[in-house]
Protein backbone atom coordinates (compact mmCIF):
# COMPACT_ATOMS: atom_id res chain seq x y z
CA UNK A 1 0.00 0.00 0.00
CA UNK A 2 0.88 3.94 -1.04
CA UNK A 3 -0.36 6.30 0.46
CA UNK A 4 0.80 10.15 -0.35
CA UNK A 5 -0.31 13.42 1.69
CA UNK A 6 -1.21 16.05 0.70
CA UNK A 7 -2.88 19.53 1.80
CA UNK A 8 -0.22 21.14 4.53
CA UNK A 9 0.65 24.88 4.36
CA UNK A 10 0.89 28.35 6.75
CA UNK A 11 -2.17 29.50 7.95
CA UNK A 12 -3.38 31.91 10.68
CA UNK A 13 -5.15 30.49 13.54
CA UNK A 14 -8.67 30.65 12.89
CA UNK A 15 -7.95 29.32 9.55
CA UNK A 16 -8.87 25.74 7.70
CA UNK A 17 -6.73 23.73 6.15
CA UNK A 18 -7.70 20.11 4.30
CA UNK A 19 -5.76 17.25 4.03
CA UNK A 20 -5.81 14.61 1.70
CA UNK A 21 -4.29 10.91 2.06
CA UNK A 22 -4.89 8.89 -1.63
CA UNK A 23 -4.19 5.25 -1.04
CA UNK A 24 -2.63 2.98 -3.89
CA UNK A 25 -1.60 -0.41 -4.46
CA UNK A 26 -3.31 -3.62 -1.95
CA UNK A 27 -5.89 -0.52 -0.80
CA UNK A 28 -8.00 -3.72 -0.25
CA UNK A 29 -6.19 -5.03 2.32
CA UNK A 30 -6.64 -2.37 5.09
CA UNK A 31 -9.65 -1.29 6.73
CA UNK A 32 -8.71 1.66 8.91
CA UNK A 33 -7.18 4.57 7.72
CA UNK A 34 -5.74 7.34 10.43
CA UNK A 35 -3.87 10.46 10.47
CA UNK A 36 -0.77 10.79 13.51
CA UNK A 37 0.86 14.31 14.03
CA UNK A 38 4.43 15.32 15.26
CA UNK A 39 5.28 18.35 16.49
CA UNK A 40 9.33 19.00 17.16
CA UNK A 41 10.19 17.41 20.19
CA UNK A 42 7.27 15.56 20.57
CA UNK A 43 6.09 12.04 20.53
CA UNK A 44 3.48 11.29 17.28
CA UNK A 45 -0.32 11.59 18.03
CA UNK A 46 -3.63 10.14 16.92
CA UNK A 47 -6.10 12.89 15.50
CA UNK A 48 -8.40 10.90 13.61
CA UNK A 49 -9.49 7.65 12.22
CA UNK A 50 -11.77 6.09 9.62
CA UNK A 51 -13.20 2.58 8.98
CA UNK A 52 -13.03 2.35 5.55
CA UNK A 53 -15.98 -0.46 5.61
CA UNK A 54 -18.25 0.35 8.10
CA UNK A 55 -17.50 4.04 8.11
CA UNK A 56 -16.85 4.36 11.61
CA UNK A 57 -14.79 7.98 12.92
CA UNK A 58 -12.65 8.30 15.90
CA UNK A 59 -10.94 11.44 17.24
CA UNK A 60 -8.36 12.62 19.43
CA UNK A 61 -9.69 15.37 22.75
CA UNK A 62 -7.72 17.95 20.60
CA UNK A 63 -9.59 17.19 17.38
CA UNK A 64 -13.27 16.87 18.18
CA UNK A 65 -15.79 19.69 17.19
CA UNK A 66 -13.11 21.22 14.80
CA UNK A 67 -11.83 18.18 12.78
CA UNK A 68 -13.60 16.09 10.33
CA UNK A 69 -12.70 12.62 8.49
CA UNK A 70 -14.18 11.70 5.48
CA UNK A 71 -13.34 9.15 2.47
CA UNK A 72 -13.64 9.79 -1.57
CA UNK A 73 -14.31 5.86 -2.09
CA UNK A 74 -13.87 6.76 -5.76
CA UNK A 75 -10.50 7.59 -5.15
CA UNK A 76 -9.16 5.69 -2.40
CA UNK A 77 -9.00 8.95 -0.27
CA UNK A 78 -9.24 9.93 2.88
CA UNK A 79 -9.63 13.69 3.64
CA UNK A 80 -9.17 15.33 7.02
CA UNK A 81 -10.91 18.98 7.29
CA UNK A 82 -9.30 21.38 9.95
CA UNK A 83 -11.31 24.28 11.05
CA UNK A 84 -10.29 26.84 13.62
CA UNK A 85 -6.96 25.94 13.64
CA UNK A 86 -4.66 27.06 16.82
CA UNK A 87 -0.86 27.24 16.73
CA UNK A 88 -0.57 24.12 19.09
CA UNK A 89 -2.02 22.00 15.88
CA UNK A 90 1.87 23.13 14.25
CA UNK A 91 3.04 19.95 13.21
CA UNK A 92 4.03 17.42 10.20
CA UNK A 93 0.70 15.57 9.72
CA UNK A 94 0.74 12.34 8.44
CA UNK A 95 -1.40 9.07 7.65
CA UNK A 96 -1.12 5.72 7.93
CA UNK A 97 -3.27 2.20 7.70
CA UNK A 98 -4.06 -0.78 9.00
CA UNK A 99 -6.02 -4.11 8.17
CA UNK A 100 -7.77 -4.22 11.97
CA UNK A 101 -11.44 -3.23 11.96
CA UNK A 102 -10.73 -1.40 15.15
CA UNK A 103 -9.28 2.24 14.74
CA UNK A 104 -6.16 2.31 17.54
CA UNK A 105 -4.81 5.16 18.59
CA UNK A 106 -1.46 3.82 18.76
CA UNK A 107 1.37 4.70 15.86
CA UNK A 108 2.53 0.96 16.16
CA UNK A 109 -0.92 -0.59 15.14
CA UNK A 110 -0.53 0.99 11.69
CA UNK A 111 1.18 -1.20 8.91
CA UNK A 112 2.02 1.46 6.62
CA UNK A 113 2.29 5.25 6.39
CA UNK A 114 2.52 8.17 3.90
CA UNK A 115 5.49 10.79 4.03
CA UNK A 116 3.74 13.58 5.91
CA UNK A 117 2.72 17.11 5.03
CA UNK A 118 3.74 19.99 6.94
CA UNK A 119 0.99 22.42 9.12
CA UNK A 120 1.94 25.13 9.82
CA UNK A 121 -0.58 27.38 12.04
CA UNK A 122 0.38 31.02 13.11
CA UNK A 123 -0.54 33.27 15.98
Known amino acids: VQLQASGGGLVQAGESLKLSCAAS????????LAWFRQAPGKEREFVAG????????RYADSAKGRFSISKDSAKNTVHLQMNSLKPEDTAVYYC?????????????????WGQGTLVTVSS
Open 50 to 57: FNWGAGNT
Open 96 to 112: AVDSSRFIYDAPTMYDY
Open 25 to 32: GRTFSFYT
